[in-house]
């Protein structure tokens, strides 16, 4: 075989190879983005559950505070009943403090409470969420090993044959092959008129008569694509 039809097989299996390659890594990254979300929401939902147990906290000590305060107050009004205060205005007084402060404490634990309940309401819609995306998750990975089984014997053939075709080939050319293969640029293009069909560059007549008439494979000075006859 001719080094310009072993080229041009080469990259044919090299183009094969990209477009597998390709393919595996678009269903690659859907599993990765659906793996980042389920980690996303986790988080997430771990947040509210740390925000909703601060606020129980910050309940309970309300609601102690306001036993106290209510205890305060009950004892207060017992000895105003049984005349037993030394100044009843003041005792009167103090029984209102009491009551505006109870009032206070009340308004703040209903807000506390109406913040956990939008943050059990925020875990249950990430809840649905964390259920979605774990269920995309798992249909992704399972097409992804569906693609991985039926592509991967594949991607082997080809590049053993790539290979062993790249052993039969001169060695500048072999080592432009070895060295750009993971670029995913063209590695060999063929002549279109009088320029390189990678670049369009304008080749010299030199360049063109070797690669038309001699079949010489020639390096394209601007893209490094191996320009062959069409």
């Known amino acids: 075989m001719k080094t310009m039809d072993i080229l041009c097989s080469a990259w044919r299996k090299q183009q094969k190879l990209n477009e597998i390659n390709g393919i595996l890594t678009k269903h690659r990254r859907e599993v990765q983005k659906y793996q980042d979300q389920i980690v996303e929401v986790r988080q997430k939902i771990h947040q509210s559950h740390k925000i909703v147990a601060e606020k129980e906290l910050q309940e309970a000590e309300l609601m102690k505070s306001l036993a106290t305060i209510e205890k305060s107050r009950n004892r207060t009004k017992k000895l105003m009943d049984e005349g037993q205060v030394f100044d009843f205005f ?8 009491y009551e505006e402060k ?22 249950a819609l990430l809840a649905d969420q964390l259920a979605f995306v774990t269920k995309r998750y798992g249909e992704e990975s399972a097409l992804l090993v569906e693609k991985e089984t039926e592509l991967e014997p594949v991607f082997e053939k080809f590049e053993n044959g790539l290979l062993q075709q790249m052993t039969s080939m001169p060695p500048e050319f072999e080592k432009h092959f070895q060295r750009n293969r993971s670029t995913h640029r063209m590695l060999v293009a063929e002549l279109n008129g009088k ?22 494979p020639y390096f394209c000075l601007s893209c490094k694509a191996i320009v062959v006859a069409p």
């Open 195 to 216: 320029n390189c069909g990678s670049c369009g560059l304008a080749l010299p007549a030199m360049a063109i008569s070797e690669v038309v008439r001699l079949s010489r």
């Open 102 to 123: 109870m009032a206070l404490l009340e308004e703040q634990a209903l807000l506390l409470m109406e913040e956990q309940d939008a943050e059990h309401t925020r875990i």
């Open 90 to 97: 003041t005792a009167q007084s103090q029984v209102k403090a």
